[in-house]
């Protein structure tokens, strides 16, 4: 008979404690408990329970604060930071240790970089203006070797960057990045510009997020900031509200404060351009100009004091209006290096284990048919139309939390079988009040090649499901195939 996979504990994990090992890290000290994760300084210990002398760096353990009912992007976008730090490397990220899954407790344990944000300068604001170019010259530095590295940061903020002793930017926080070789989950998943609001760029508004520009857009309304003590875009809380950057600009630095000197506002408003094209093309040539402000040609932006004309802005406004972005891939190029996407429609919460057997065992088969494929595993949380939904269990354990778990217990033999790893195999826990619409949007958003889902096949069940498996075979656009299993017959 075939092993039972672990399955997660029955209630709520209990709260972490200090004195507690979690895998081979003692929890030394809670550093910050924020609203998505609690940061604890740790010790890496040897398998006789001492510390480990190899070790010399401070490390830190990041944990997310899943506690029933939050948002699914947050859940998500720790999934997304598991994936991507490992593949970081430099003095401008922190260097990554170890990951724990949801499976059993997740938690990402990387070096420590002492000291405060560059939140807390914001109170300064404005800054003396060669403290505002020595920020700028360096988070230049480290955005340049991250996009190096493929990697669109997404978030840029004065809460995420960090200084070593000898002054290095160290960029933090990778929850809502991009990383040009793994899975886009947050654009897979949600059909909301994903950003914080006073910082995101147009594009980010609109929907793209593959564009490094974009985070020159954000250290441009670091500058501003620092610069004058004002957003440029104030502090949007709506969709409307970011849009308004698409064809409102800011009132020029040099009208906020007279002894910001032409270049540096020529540097920032170019910074903050609403096409991308019209801003500096890398971090590096914007470093650039910065560490040599004499070199900065300087153009009508120089000289502006007052914000464009309101004929000028309504002319803006009613290009924004039609100027959403392409839908389809990047380019063809990137669509050639993606191998067909195959998507595992899983119903974890009440299919049979026979049924469960035979999806996994026709999945495995199809995705070793196609080396180059990558597997989406996806599971629908049904809310309802109307009312408040239940977010947790009987045992206080997050409902989204649970599929997710469920999703990766299933896929686990696949993995193990095909060596698939971070970037090849995927769970997305779909919240939706139809199964059926869910896949087919889902399917359709992120270009899926091949459906492969499973329906009972007896009784009332079989009905009820089949009807899911006939509308997503009668809604895709792609190639769906249904795997019935018929159940055991009772002795």
């Not at 196609?370 to 239940?390: K, Y």
């Not at 009972?456 to 899911?468: D, E, I, K, M, P």
Request: with cysteine; hydrophobic share 40%.
């Amino acid at each position: 008979m075939e092993s039972k996979e672990p399955q997660a504990p029955a209630g709520p994990r209990p709260p972490l404690a200090v004195g507690q090992v979690v895998d081979q890290f003692r929890l030394e000290e809670s550093l910050h408990q924020g609203g998505m994760a609690t940061l604890w300084r740790v010790t890496r210990l040897l398998p006789d329970g001492t510390p480990d002398p190899a070790n010399e760096l401070p490390l830190l353990m990041k944990v997310p604060r899943i506690k029933g009912g939050e948002d699914p992007a947050t859940i998500v976008g720790f999934e997304v930071e598991r994936m991507i730090m490992p593949m970081l490397s430099g003095p401008h990220v922190p260097k990554f240790i170890a990951k724990g899954d949801f499976t059993r407790q997740p938690y990402i344990v990387m070096e420590h970089i002492p000291g405060p944000s560059l939140r807390p300068r914001l109170d300064d604001a404005p800054l003396a203006l060669d403290e505002v170019v020595e920020i700028g010259s360096r988070v230049a530095a480290a955005l340049h070797e991250l996009h190096r590295q493929h990697v669109v940061h997404l978030d840029i903020k004065p809460s995420n960057i960090l200084f070593r002793p000898d002054g290095t930017a160290v960029l933090i926080d990778f929850g809502l990045s991009r990383h040009d070789h793994l899975p886009d989950l947050l654009d897979e998943e949600f059909t909301l510009p994903m950003g914080t609001g006073p910082y995101m760029s147009p594009e980010q508004v609109q929907f793209v997020r593959n564009d490094p520009r974009s985070d020159l857009f954000a250290l441009g309304v670091m500058l501003y900031h620092f610069t004058t003590g004002e957003r440029p875009f104030g502090a949007p809380e709506s969709v409307q509200g970011l849009r308004r950057r698409l064809y409102v600009d800011p009132v020029p630095p040099r009208a906020l404060r007279a002894d910001c000197p032409p270049w540096l506002q020529e540097l920032i408003l170019k910074c903050l351009e609403v096409k991308p094209e019209n801003r500096y093309q890398s971090a590096a040539q914007l470093g650039l100009a910065l560490q040599d402000p004499a070199q900065i040609p300087l153009t009508r932006r120089a000289d502006k004091l007052q914000r464009s004309s309101t004929f000028k802005r309504f002319k803006r406004w009613f290009f924004a209006l039609g100027a959403e972005p392409d839908v389809r891939p990047v380019n063809t190029t990137e669509l050639a290096k993606k191998s067909p996407i195959i998507l595992a429609a899983v119903d974890v919460e009440t299919a049979s284990n026979h049924l469960l057997d035979e999806l996994r065992e026709t999945v495995r088969r199809i995705v070793l048919t196609e080396p180059g494929a990558r597997l989406a595993c996806v599971s629908v949380m049904r809310t309802a139309r109307i009312g408040m939904d239940e977010l947790t269990d009987e045992h206080g354990q997050s409902l989204h939390v649970k599929q997710l778990i469920g999703l990766k217990h299933w896929a686990r033999p696949i993995s193990k079988a095909l060596n698939l790893d971070d970037g090849r195999l995927t769970f997305h826990v779909l919240e939706a009040p139809d199964a059926a619409t869910a896949i087919v949007d889902f399917a359709r958003r992120n270009h899926i090649d091949h459906i492969v889902m499973g329906a009972r096949g007896n009784s009332a069940l079989r009905r009820y499901l089949g009807s899911v498996s006939s509308q997503v075979v009668a809604e895709s656009d792609c190639t769906v195939t249904v795997v019935r299993a018929a159940e055991p017959e009772a002795g």
